[in-house]
Every structure is written in C-alpha cells, then in structure tokens.
C-alpha cells in the first residue's frame, strides 16, 4: 500500500473464500465452502416474500428483538442475554474488539478457523496460538499454560474448523477452572448441530454454570442461510452490552431476520436435512477408512485429510475430478459434505489417490 496506513495490516493474511467448482464440460462441485448443499426451504422462502422484501427501503430493526425474544425462549436465556450479528464471525468480531486491544492477548486453537488471527489483528490484540495436537484436536494443557496476565479472551472452536474434532465436555471444564472468572472463554459452535459425540461440550449447559463464558451460534450452516449473514452470541448481560456497542449498526437485515425466525419454525423439517448430511457424512468416512485413509472422527459437516507436503499435489486430483476443495498448503485437505454424487466423485477420487501413491 502506498498510502499511510497501520504496517501491521501489511502482515494479515486476506480472508479467502472457497474456490468455485473447477470449470469442465462435466459436472463440478464446489465442496470449498461449509455450505449447506440443499436449498431454502419453500417456508422460508415464502416468509421472506411476505414479510420482508417489500421493506427492503426501510432500515431493520437494529437490535432485531423478533429474532432475539425467539431465540431466548429456545436457549432458555433472558434476551438480554443475545447479541445478533452479521454470522457467527461478526459477534466474534465484536466480543473481541469489546475485551481486547493493544497489549492484550487472545488464546486460540491453531490451526483453527481462518478469520482469528485477521479479527485479533484488527483490533490491534496479540494472537497466541496454541498447536493442535497430532490428530487435530485442541491441546487444553498447552492452552492453560498459554494464559498470561495479559489474556482477555480464550476461544474454543467445536467442533474445530478445519479438523471437524470435537472438545469434551472433560476437557471443556477443565479449560474453565483453570481461567480466570474475569477472562471470557467463547466457545464458537457454528457447526453444533453435527456434532454427534456423546462426550461433546455442551456450551449453553456450560453457560448456566460458569460466569465466563461466551457461545456464539448461526444461521449459516444447519439452517442454510450463509447468504444471509445472520448469527448470534449469548453472553452475560453486561458482555452483550458491551458488544452492542461496538456492532455495526443495522448490520443484521430484515430479510436475514424473517429468514432466521421462519427457520426456526421448520426446525424439524431443517433437522432432518441435519441429519441427512450426518448419514453422507458416515458413509463417506467408513468408505475412505475401508480405503486405508487415517481419518480423525469427524463432527461437522465437513471432513479433513492431513496429506502434510503433498496436499498440494493431491489438490490437482481433485480438481482434475471436478471437485474444489479447502486447501492448506503442507497440513492437508478439508472436505465439505455436499450432495450425494460429489460425495462418491470424493470417494472416487480418494480410491485413485491410493493407488497413485498418496495415501496418509
């Protein structure tokens, strides 16, 4: 940049967006992005009509109480307890530009999600990212011995994005006893709704019993409203004030609200999408187990493969087989869930691997 601006900028990666299908005269997939592979529901759709296009005009509600009154009754909370935002990641973004600035330190998972480090880094906080152990989960020991006088926020990712393990609830309490009650511990849930693991951290139950804790939740992913952009936290009320503050004002539309509150209302027939996705899932990973892939249990709706120094060769495999994938140069390959047929080109495609030599 030619132009006087903060050099530390210079040093932040740039959020990139999953690839698109590869090009081909055949059909392509996109399984880059953890999006939900069906389409709104005709109820959705339909309520969005009604109740929201014809005051595209009008500024929404900003504190989006519909939505927020909805989701109190669901979480068992006071709505004083919920914050909306634009996703999951933009409450993310206003707890830590409420907790954390200059000097002050946020403790993560890493390799996690992709948007901390930039979120931190704008708020002109230090990042300390504590390494995964070897089958991709967080490392709860090194993450206590991580926390400093300086420490404003701890973050557990579960399920973790991009590994898709989950935390336990062992792990997840004794992560809390060891911060202190005046240093929150959000623990970002966007994929909650895969999580099948009996032993998983349950953040809301975690939520009723320690003073500290934050859960942020969304809208994108079970509820298939990523275009939407509509998310939430639910903290103590003095936190949700706090971020209210430093929310972007009208950030959450009201066509992202109607979608949100007619979502909820189709929670069974959204449910059984969930579950759809859960069977794919299984049926994928018992299919590329069976192939001798080493596969951490997955908890998402997505899957990771650790090809270490030769994903990207591996990469030029799937795309050559009209699949798009989330690629991490040197660690290995995450793999969205998609449609049943982009599943089994997965499978194919990973059988081929084996037989070129590249099987990990």
């Known amino acids: 940049m030619a132009f006087k601006h903060r050099d530390d900028i210079d040093l932040l990666p740039s959020y990139k967006q999953g690839k698109p299908a590869p090009k081909s ?3 392509t997939y996109k399984i880059s992005s953890n999006e939900n592979p069906f389409e709104p529901l005709a109820s959705v759709k339909e309520a969005i009509r009604d109740d929201a296009l014809d005051f595209i005009n009008r500024y929404p509600d ?3 109480w519909g939505v927020v009154e909805r989701l109190a009754q669901e979480t ?3 709505p004083d307890n919920i914050c909306l935002g634009c996703g999951s990641t933009e409450v993310i973004t206003q707890l830590i530009q409420l ?3 200059p000097d002050d330190e946020i403790v993560y998972p890493w390799r996690s999600f992709e948007a901390y480090p930039i979120i931190v880094a704008t708020a002109g906080a ?3 990212q504590v390494p995964l152990t070897a089958d991709g989960h967080h490392d709860i020991d090194a993450m206590i011995a991580a926390l400093s006088d300086k420490t404003r926020l701890v973050i557990v990712n579960n399920p973790n994005n991009p590994t898709s393990v989950p935390v336990s609830d062992t792990d997840a309490r004794k992560l ?3 911060v202190p009650s005046d240093v929150l511990v959000l623990f970002d849930e966007a994929y909650f709704q895969f999580n099948t693991d009996p032993n998983t951290a349950v953040a809301m139950e975690l939520f009723h019993e320690y003073p500290n804790v934050v859960v942020a939740q969304t809208f994108s992913k079970a509820y298939g ?3 939407l952009r509509i998310g939430y936290a639910v903290a103590p009320e003095d936190v949700v004030d706090g971020m209210r503050k430093v929310a972007l004002p009208f950030g959450v539309s009201r066509v992202a609200q109607t979608a949100a509150l007619a979502s909820l209302d189709a929670y069974d027939e959204l449910n059984d999408r969930v579950q759809v996705i859960i069977s794919e899932r299984q049926r994928v990973l018992t299919a590329l187990r069976e192939q001798g892939w080493t596969i951490p249990d997955a908890e998402a709706n997505f899957f990771w493969i650790q090809f270490g120094e030769k994903t990207t060769e591996a990469e030029q495999y799937f795309i050559k087989a009209g699949l798009s994938t989330r690629v991490f140069a040197d660690e290995g390959i995450r793999f969205t869930v998609g449609e049943a047929a ?3 080109l997965v499978i194919q495609t990973c059988s081929g691997l084996k037989t070129a030599g590249l099987l990990v």
Request: glycine fraction near 16%; proline fraction near 0%.
């Open 25 to 27: 005269d055949r059909h």
């Open 62 to 64: 900003m504190r989006g």
């Open 76 to 78: 068992g909370v006071k």
């Open 99 to 101: 907790v954390a600035g």
């Open 126 to 128: 230090t990042s300390v």
């Open 176 to 178: 809390l006893d060891a």
């Open 225 to 227: 409203l990523a275009g």
């Open 342 to 344: 982009a599943n089994d």
